[in-house]
């Protein structure tokens, strides 16, 4: 059955830090992933997508994310993050010809200043 | 443009009650998507409609949950005779064809189940 884990619940850095975010999922095929992110009181982004190719995608606001297949992970990386990046990451795996996403459970960002 | 949007935002209901809530998805988006996200947890696929077909429902949690798209744009989902266990943000998500690309989510309605 197909799954998505993000481990890490709630995750503090300081501002300028460098921050990443972890995603492993469980999928019989080729895994379609994306990272989302969602601020309180609204819908959720899309950071970034990964479909096939180059295992290292860029996505918006300097997100990057690198697809493993050896680890089944897709986290996602920021090299330095701003007190804007505070909110709610999650990691999501397209399924069924894309008629379904499955989701993880979230990972809460707080930024120190 | 405009985004998914999403009425009401917020809803209080009475256990028992039943409501409606509605989804406008972006013009032209064939495919439209409704998730259930309880508090603390990511979003749990509920249903899925391509046009006006509804292809899959496989996630609605009992037959007290039912959905719509009848003339293939504006989705409602209704919910009868609520219970506690159903509050919860609804979420809308369209998606401009059934190939593999992004959903595009609207800020939800927010469920309280009193």
């Known amino acids: 059955a197909q799954s998505v884990t993000q481990p890490d619940i709630h995750i503090t850095v300081s501002e300028g830090a460098s921050l990443e975010l972890r995603c492993n999922y469980s999928y019989g095929a080729t895994p379609y992933l994306f990272w989302y992110v969602q601020s309180p009181g609204q819908g959720l982004q899309l950071l970034l997508k990964?479909?096939?190719?180059?295992?290292l995608v860029q996505g918006i606001k300097g997100f990057e994310a690198e697809f493993k297949r050896s680890q089944s992970s897709f986290n996602l990386r920021k090299p330095s993050v701003h007190w804007s990046d505070a909110a709610e990451y999650f990691c999501a795996v397209g399924a069924d010809n894309f008629n379904k996403f499955y989701f993880g459970s979230g990972t809460k960002l707080n930024v120190k200043p | 443009g405009a985004g998914v949007s999403q009425s009401p935002r917020y809803k209080v209901a009475k256990r028992g009650q039943d409501v409606a809530l509605r989804c406008d998805p972006i013009s032209g988006h064939v495919s439209l998507f409704w998730y259930q996200q309880a508090l603390g947890q990511g979003p749990e696929f509920l249903t899925y409609f391509q046009n006006e077909a509804q292809l899959d429902k496989s996630g609605l949690p009992s037959d007290r949950f039912f959905a719509e798209r009848p003339e293939g744009s504006v989705s409602t989902l209704k919910i009868q005779r609520t219970q506690q266990e159903d509050s919860a943000v609804y979420l809308c998500?369209?998606?401009?064809?059934?190939?593999?690309?992004?959903?595009?989510f609207g800020p939800g309605t927010r469920l309280t189940v009193l």
């Open positions: 990964y479909f096939s190719g180059d295992t």
């Open positions: 998500a369209s998606s401009p064809d059934r190939g593999y690309n992004e959903q595009f």
